[in-house]
């Protein structure tokens, strides 16, 4: 099976002169579970963007299951930081809104609000819900349609650490089980090696490269609740930290002042 995405030596810079990214080269292989870290104002919203079709690359190229990437990927699903239910939608039909779009049966969206665990709510809408509900919502909306790659930008920050404890679980097990491929952006390094096969590392921006990739070789199924206590958890931290460290410290220090943040 081809990559679900390869970036070939991809640069962006955006019309205000501000170069995001430079050169940067990664492949995720299908059915993998990728993170990307780094320091804030790095690239990695723009990395996702470009992975999602709605950035296009100023040099180098994107390649999604083998065919270059032109326009939006239609064999992508995108869960932002912020969800974005419609108000006036209720459950059930913000669940279906990705196969309606995409002319598809409403059908699988009652089969994911039950995994879920939403069928109760299914005519509720997004102001009756909680946080944790909320993302529930999108996240059927999103596995509903099938999709060969999940890209996800921080969608847990917002949540208390009891809910997104439980959120990261509940991921784990429902994209093991779909064999979906995700692109996961973080800024919290725990995060990214408790849900991740491979880390990456992207350095401060502007220019943002890659400066490291690992490989996280903690067992799966992983019980999460207790995973952080492991030995070889803070084996892969203190190795992963070594690079992210001297980027935070760059970032900090203001070398990048002067520009946009793009993610």
Known sequence: ???????????????????????????????RFVSIVGPSGCGKSTVLNLAAGLLSA???EVES???PLAGLNRRAA??????????????????????ELRGMA????????????????????????????????????CLAVQPDLLLMD????????????????????????AGTTVLFITHDLEEAIALSDEVLVLSA???????????????????L??????????????????DLRGEVVKALGGDHQGGPAHG
């Open 78 to 99: 995108y869960l932002f930081q912020q969800d974005a239910l419609l108000p006036w939608k209720s459950v059930l039909e913000n669940a279906q809104l990705g196969l």
């Open 106 to 141: 409403h059908d699988a969206a009652h089969d994911w609000l039950r995994r879920v665990g939403l069928q109760a709510f299914a005519t509720r809408y997004p102001h009756e819900l909680s946080g944790g509900m909320r993302k529930r919502v999108a996240l059927a909306q």
């Open 154 to 177: 921080e969608p847990f920050s917002a949540l208390d650490i009891h809910t997104r404890l439980r959120m990261e679980q509940e991921l784990l097990d429902w994209v093991g089980a």
């Open 205 to 223: 921006g502007p220019r943002s490269h890659l400066v490291g990739r690992y490989e996280i070789d903690l067992p799966r199924p992983r019980p």
């Open 65 to 67: 299951f083998g065919e």
């Open 1 to 31: 099976m081809p990559a679900a995405l390869q970036f070939s030596s991809v640069s962006k810079r955006y019309d205000s002169g501000y170069e995001a990214i430079e050169r940067i080269s990664f492949t995720v292989a299908a059915r």
């Open 58 to 60: 100023s040099a180098g």
């Open 225 to 242: 609740l207790d995973l952080k206590t492991e030995p070889r958890f803070a084996e892969i931290y203190k190795s992963i930290w070594h």
